[in-house]
T-cell receptor, first 118, second 112 residues
Framework: AQSVTQLGSHVSVSEGALVLLRCNYSSSVPPYLFWYVQYPNQGLQLLLKYTSAATLVKGINGFEAEFKKSETSFHLTKPSAHMSDAAEYFCAVSDQYGGSGNTGKLIFGQGTTLQVKP | ETGVTQSPTHLIKTRGQQVTLRCSSQSGHNTVSWYQQALGQGPQFIFQ???????GRGNFPPRFSGLQFPNYSSELNVNALELDDSALYLC???????????FGPGTRLTVL
């Protein structure tokens, strides 16, 4: 069975500082990995995804993530935090992909709340 | 291009009642997935619909049911509501076989 663990339910950084949100996954097959962001009272917005191409993935709003198979990790980073980055971030793994018309179900971590201090 | 829309935005029900939530897929998407997000938790997969049939189900009881219509829109029905059903219900659409799901804004259900 696949699973995702997000280390740290709350992360606080100063504006302009590096953002690092940690995600480790467990999967018996090559995973598809995603980072979503959720602003208060809104749905989920896709930040970036890893689908077995380049291991360093660039997403929207200056975020990027690196897939490390040896560490089973997919940590999210941004060089310089902005106040508008304050939100809930979810890492997710897909359990299957393609074939038979399926879009794999997403298995989410518990989420990390990012606080950005002025 | 129209994104995923959901209705209603908020809903308050009492225990034992039934509720129907609605979702319109993003244009061109033929697969719809539903997720339940309890407060402070990550979303949990309820089920997925493709070609008007259930195409995968998570660990939810049968009182959670769904429909998909020929225009790919979808409904989530929950019978015999329980207090623990209070959550944000998210709908996500995708193109069958693709790797990415696009989420709607959600319906906030409160069960009293």
């Amino acid at each position: 069975a696949q699973s995702v663990t997000q280390l740290g339910s709350h992360v606080s950084v100063s504006e302009g500082a590096l953002v690092l949100l940690r995600c480790n996954y467990s999967s018996s097959v090559p995973p598809y990995l995603f980072w979503y962001v959720q602003y208060p009272n809104q749905g989920l917005q896709l930040l970036l995804k890893y689908t077995s191409a380049a291991t360093l993935v660039k997403g929207i709003n200056g975020f990027e993530a690196e897939f490390k198979k040896s560490e089973t990790s997919f940590h999210l980073t941004k060089p310089s935090a902005h106040m508008s980055d304050a939100a809930e971030y979810f890492c997710a793994v897909s359990d299957q992909y393609g074939g038979s018309g399926n879009t794999g179900k997403l298995i989410f971590g518990q989420g990390t709340t990012l606080q950005v201090k002025p | 291009e129209t994104g995923v829309t959901q209705s209603p935005t908020h809903l308050i029900k009492t225990r034992g009642q039934q509720v129907t939530l609605r979702c319109s897929s993003q244009s061109g998407h033929n697969t719809v997935s539903w997720y339940q997000q309890a407060l402070g938790q990550g979303p949990q997969f309820i089920f997925q619909y493709y070609r008007e049939e259930e195409n995968g189900r998570g660990n939810f009881p049968p009182r959670f049911s769904g429909l998909q219509f020929p225009n790919y829109s979808s409904e989530l029905n929950v019978n015999a509501l329980e207090l623990d059903d209070s959550a944000l219900y998210l709908c996500a659409s995708s193109l069958a076989g693709s790797d990415t799901q696009y989420f709607g804004p959600g319906t906030r259900l409160t069960v009293l």
